[in-house]
């Protein structure tokens, strides 16, 4: 077995990864690498920070998923267990040529992962990147939280937390297209999610966006933040799904909702600048939509031409619901399918 680095000699990155000391950190939710693989058998050294000291920590275990030849459902879905550990990806009885996806299906606010190596009995190589690229802003929507749970009682688990079926991934498989999801659970833009009504802004969604992932800078030892290069992964859309956690501090308070129109038109700004040709949906609603009115005026404050705005359909009880209340699949399609048809209008794409 040829054992190779997940450098970008030899496969595509997926999304905002981090290529560090001869590792792939894939953390974001569906970040990854893609290859075309010739020969019988691949497996993957995968790292990560995750261990099991309490009981309770099994809830935060990262997933990952495998693709071939971009079939809808993954040839295998597996935990990656603490430390280090070999995975097996792809076995097959013969030599066969197939195009092979490694993603992370749960998001890195829970379980930092890196892919260390890829052993191979054959040759790979890196895949051609699609001519168009969407990347996705969000929260727990954006990352698929609860999606595959049982009902709205059921408790959060990384288990049932699937990025790969979320309106994100399936928006952009329907156009074919390279996508980046920027999404965590909890996240606001001028407060993150308040149990008891007090601002929560020591996190928040614009902290994060302009670089690679700060999240994961402490856990490895980096000590200055990491940029993240928008000039070499230009975007052409990019989606902002954002509100949804700051409504449990604005309420209906005049000054506080004044504060996250202000925030919310600062942060499309700063998208802007960092990409400066892209189209930018300023999107709200399969949660609820109560900030929606503060985000179309801070869109009208912008006077940018090329920002779009898109209500969603807040979820409907007959559609069922995923755990702790979160959209389930049926609402995720609904949402992409009215996404994809803002998409088209916007840019032609079929």
């Given at each position: 077995?040829?054992?190779?680095?997940a450098?970008?000699?030899?496969?595509r990155?997926?999304?905002?990864?981090?290529?560090l000391?001869?590792i792939?950190?894939?953390?974001?939710?569906c970040?990854?690498?893609?290859f075309?693989?010739?020969g019988?058998?691949?497996?993957?050294?995968?790292?990560?920070?995750?261990?099991?000291?309490?009981?309770?920590?099994g809830?935060?275990?990262?997933?990952y998923a495998?693709?071939?030849?971009?079939?809808?459902?993954?040839?295998?879905?597996?935990?990656?267990?603490?430390?280090t550990?070999?995975?097996?990806?792809?076995k097959s009885?013969?030599?066969?040529?197939?195009?092979?996806r490694?993603?992370?299906?749960?998001?890195?606010?829970?379980s930092?992962?890196g892919?260390?190596s890829?052993?191979?009995d054959?040759?790979?190589?890196?895949?051609k990147?699609?001519?168009?690229?969407?990347?996705?802003?969000?929260?727990?929507?954006?990352?698929g939280?609860?999606?595959?749970?049982k009902?709205?009682?059921?408790?959060?688990?990384t288990e049932t937390?699937?990025?790969?079926?979320?309106?994100?991934?399936?928006?952009?498989?329907?156009?074919?297209?390279?996508?980046?999801?920027?999404?965590?659970?909890?996240?606001g833009v001028?407060?993150?999610w308040?149990?008891?009504?007090?601002i929560?802004?020591?996190w928040?969604m614009?902290?994060?966006?302009?670089?690679?992932?700060?999240?994961?800078?402490g856990?490895?030892?980096?000590?200055?933040?990491?940029p993240?290069?928008?000039?070499r992964?230009?975007?052409?859309v990019?989606?902002?799904?954002?509100?949804?956690?700051?409504?449990?501090?604005t309420?209906?308070?005049?000054?506080?909702?004044?504060?996250?129109?202000?925030?919310?038109?600062?942060f499309?700004?700063d998208?802007?600048?960092?990409?400066?040709?892209?189209?930018?949906?300023?999107?709200?609603?399969?949660?609820?939509?109560e900030?929606f009115?503060?985000?179309?005026?801070?869109?009208?404050?912008?006077?940018?031409?090329?920002v779009?705005?898109?209500r969603?359909?807040?979820?409907?009880?007959?559609?069922g619901?995923?755990s702790?209340?979160h959209?389930?699949?049926?609402?995720?399609?609904?949402?992409?399918?009215?996404?994809?048809?803002?998409?088209?209008?916007?840019t032609?794409?079929?």
């Amino acid at each position: 077995m040829k054992k190779i680095f997940a450098d970008d000699k030899n496969v595509r990155p997926l999304g905002r990864t981090l290529f560090l000391n001869d590792i792939r950190y894939a953390d974001w939710c569906c970040s990854g690498v893609e290859f075309m693989f010739t020969g019988t058998e691949v497996s993957a050294e995968i790292w990560t920070d995750w261990v099991l000291d309490e009981p309770w920590k099994g809830i935060f275990q990262a997933y990952y998923a495998v693709f071939v030849n971009d079939e809808e459902l993954p040839s295998k879905r597996f935990r990656i267990n603490s430390g280090t550990e070999n995975y097996e990806i792809y076995k097959s009885n013969k030599t066969e040529t197939v195009k092979i996806r490694i993603i992370k299906l749960s998001e890195g606010a829970f379980s930092k992962t890196g892919i260390k190596s890829i052993s191979s009995d054959g040759t790979i190589v890196p895949t051609k990147s699609p001519e168009r690229r969407i990347e996705f802003i969000g929260d727990s929507i954006t990352c698929g939280f609860g999606i595959e749970g049982k009902n709205a009682e059921e408790g959060f688990r990384t288990e049932t937390e699937n990025s790969s079926i979320n309106y994100a991934s399936l928006t952009a498989k329907h156009f074919g297209a390279d996508y980046s999801l920027i999404s965590w659970s909890s996240i606001g833009v001028c407060s993150s999610w308040s149990d008891d009504g007090d601002i929560n802004n020591s996190w928040l969604m614009p902290m994060l966006y302009g670089y690679t992932d700060l999240g994961l800078e402490g856990i490895i030892g980096i000590k200055e933040h990491i940029p993240w290069d928008f000039e070499r992964y230009p975007t052409d859309v990019i989606v902002v799904n954002l509100g949804t956690n700051d409504v449990s501090y604005t309420k209906d308070i005049p000054e506080r909702l004044e504060e996250f129109e202000r925030a919310y038109a600062e942060f499309i700004a700063d998208i802007r600048r960092k990409n400066p040709g892209a189209a930018i949906i300023c999107a709200l609603g399969m949660m609820g939509d109560e900030l929606f009115p503060q985000i179309e005026k801070a869109a009208e404050r912008l006077n940018d031409d090329k920002v779009y705005l898109l209500r969603f359909d807040v979820q409907k009880k007959e559609d069922g619901t995923g755990s702790e209340q979160h959209p389930n699949y049926i609402t995720h399609k609904k949402a992409s399918e009215k996404l994809s048809e803002k998409i088209s209008e916007i840019t032609g794409w079929k």
